[in-house]
């Protein structure tokens, strides 16, 4: 009882003096109370929001939009940082900002907040007004001169066009960000710009540079802005990511190690934002083939973005598919299948975003805007100047015509160019990723034979699932050389020969364990069409050797060529030194299915088929070479 009495005595002092504290707040003046406000809205105390809107009523009943601004920006940035209600919220008070301040003129503060509201269009996928808010922005801070802003803005803008996996765009404007952010001394957004650099340099191959600018970051951040270990943790990531790219993968672990090392100090390891930083120290030993190690960091990362109510967003994408790998190396197929099927899911979602956005021109008509505004300064000043002569003025405005015209064509035509060259590099990354998600959808039908040949005791059935899984195989590796090569259109075919033919052979584990294959061709790319009948084709006949000719483990050669004849025709030759009774009736009988296969793919390449017995068993197919499609 006396514990109960004590309790109720501690509530009811928090609470007046609660009270006295609101007390106190709301005979503050106005500005005083937002200067408050400003100052703790990061640490978030007890009751802060209800008397940020509370400030926000007592601006309204003053009509004062200078105020109002200022208390709308406050609560923009006070939701867009603690997250606490939906975007809905922030995207109000950010917009409500943004027309108080053009109401007032203030282009410092109405250009802050463009640019902060900018970042937040940018994760509702609307692009168009975050381009618009974003340039707004740049082009105050550039009348203004100031360095520092721009040099802020420039940052943002560079990190918009990173998630818009346009590389090329985010390293010019975080180069820009250095040079505007060294002119003012911003440490901290010097050092922000660099991380953007070790990402986009990533992207977009050049990996050294990639290196160099982790290197900066950190160098940056340890010497002038020790105060931000979270922007340290994340150069650490990138840096690792970096190293990964590289091949280096003990030091990309080492660095990943390093970032959550940080976190883990700042905030413990229960909170879900360190359980994220999980994510880079699993790639690490998934590339390292260590999936045990990698799995249990990468559900941990997981579960990390579950808790924030991240775990469908389309980073995670690249996180389940490697899961759902690990799973598939260790040999749980169900999960593996799960985990790939939201991979899926994600994927369907961020494809339909992205093809929604293909269009935006907000970096064109920005560009545009520059050169009309030149185009315009230069008639300005031609038409001060005095006339001399009337036939001096006659020719130069013929030669300003003249000059206009070309000037018209030329910038109509790289206008064309351009966009034809976005819309095509749009389509190949489209196909790719059409391509990748086919060889994900056969891998999946591999797991799910996989699956059902756990059930199956008849022998003969479970080789049937076998092979049908090989013939699977042999169709994804073709989608999986194409969507990883730099010709979309075409298949090497002696590295795929290569590739498919050691799958097989281990298929079959040991009873295939002394037979050699080898594959002596020149290098030769083929066209889809014809790449997977003859794919399926080469599976065919190497199964049959390996199931056939071989009795009792002995020592044997498999041979696969493929040329091109004087003729035109391309000759493919497969032939072992096995057993010659593997083309016997009974054998012919028992793969009926797979010689009448073979049969069918010769007559779709318009080819000849021939079959020699001696010395083993030889099939030679010959068909013509088909034109390959455009890339």
Request: net charge negative; hydrophobic share 40%; proline share 2%.
């Amino acid at each position: 009882m006396k514990s109960a009495f004590y309790f109720a005595c501690l509530l009811l002092l928090v609470s007046q003096t609660s009270l006295a504290q609101d007390d106190e707040f709301k005979k503050l003046p106005i500005d005083s109370a937002l200067v408050w406000l400003n100052a703790q809205h990061v640490e978030n105390p007890d009751g802060f929001h209800e008397r940020a809107l509370s400030t926000l009523a007592e601006a309204y009943q003053l009509n004062d939009d200078q105020l109002l601004g200022e208390a709308h920006l406050l609560l923009f940035r006070w939701h867009a940082y603690h997250v606490l209600f939906n975007m809905d919220s922030v995207i109000y008070h950010g917009e409500k900002a943004v027309t108080q301040f053009k109401i007032t003129n203030d282009r410092a503060n109405l250009a802050a907040v463009s640019a902060e509201l900018a970042y937040e269009y940018q994760d509702e996928n609307d692009l168009e007004r975050c381009e618009e808010l974003i340039f707004n922005a740049i082009a105050i801070y550039e009348d203004l001169g100031d360095d520092r802003g721009l040099g802020a803005a420039y940052h943002k803008l560079s990190r918009i066009f990173r998630s818009q996996k346009e590389p090329e765009s985010a390293i010019k404007y975080a180069l820009a960000s250095l040079e505007a952010s060294r002119k003012s001394e911003d440490h901290q957004t010097t050092a922000l710009a660099w991380s953007v650099l070790i990402l986009a340099y990533r992207d977009v191959g050049e990996l050294d540079k990639a290196i160099e600018a982790g290197n900066n970051c950190i160098e940056i951040l340890k010497n002038f802005v020790p105060e931000d270990p979270f922007t340290l943790a994340r150069a650490y990531g990138y840096r690792g990511d970096a190293w990964a790219a590289l091949g280096n993968y003990q030091k990309s672990l080492e660095d990943n190690q390093q970032s959550y090392a940080i976190v883990e100090a700042e905030i413990g390891a229960e909170r879900p934002a360190a359980q994220t930083y999980r994510q880079g120290i699993g790639h690490a030993y998934f590339l390292q083939g260590n999936y045990e190690a990698a799995l249990s960091h990468l559900q941990a990362s997981i579960e990390g973005y579950e808790k924030l109510g991240q775990s469908r967003h389309p980073a995670m994408q690249g996180e389940y598919r490697e899961i759902a790998d690990c799973y598939y190396q260790l040999g749980d197929y169900q999960k593996a299948f799960l985990n790939q099927r939201i991979a899926h899911e994600i994927f369907d979602t961020l494809m339909q975003n992205r093809i929604a956005n293909l269009e935006s021109e907000g970096l064109l008509k920005y560009e545009s805007g520059k050169k009309d505004q030149a185009l315009e300064e230069q008639a300005t000043i031609i038409d001060q100047k005095n006339y001399i002569q009337s036939m001096g003025i006659g020719l130069i405005g013929l030669l300003l015509l003249f000059l206009s015209t070309l000037f018209y064509y030329f910038r109509r035509n790289k206008k064309i160019a351009g966009a034809l060259m976005v819309k095509n590099q749009e389509n190949e990354l489209l196909l790719k990723e059409i391509h990748h998600r086919v060889k994900n959808n056969l891998q999946t039908i591999s797991s799910l034979l996989s699956l059902q040949s756990e059930s199956i005791s008849d022998q003969s059935a479970l080789d049937a699932v076998q092979e049908s899984k090989n013939r699977v195989a042999s169709m994804a590796l073709i989608h999986q050389k194409l969507y990883q090569g730099e010709n979309l259109a075409a298949i090497e075919m002696r590295d795929y020969f290569k590739t498919i033919g050691k799958a097989i052979k281990d298929s079959f584990g040991k009873k295939a364990e002394n037979v050699a294959l080898e594959v002596d061709m020149s290098e030769i790319e083929l066209d889809v069409d014809t790449a997977i009948p003859v794919g399926l084709i080469t599976n065919e006949l190497i199964t049959n050797s390996l199931k056939h000719a071989f009795p009792n483990k002995q020592n044997g050669k498999i041979l696969i060529t493929l040329s091109q004849e004087k003729n035109g025709l391309l000759k493919l030759h497969i032939a072992d030194n096995g057993d010659a009774s593997a083309n016997g009736p009974e054998v012919k009988q028992e793969s009926g299915f797979g010689s009448l296969l073979i049969q069918l793919l010769t007559t779709q390449l318009g080819g000849t088929l021939k079959k020699s017995s001696e010395s083993g068993t030889s099939t030679m197919i010959q068909f013509p070479l088909q034109e390959k499609s455009a890339a």
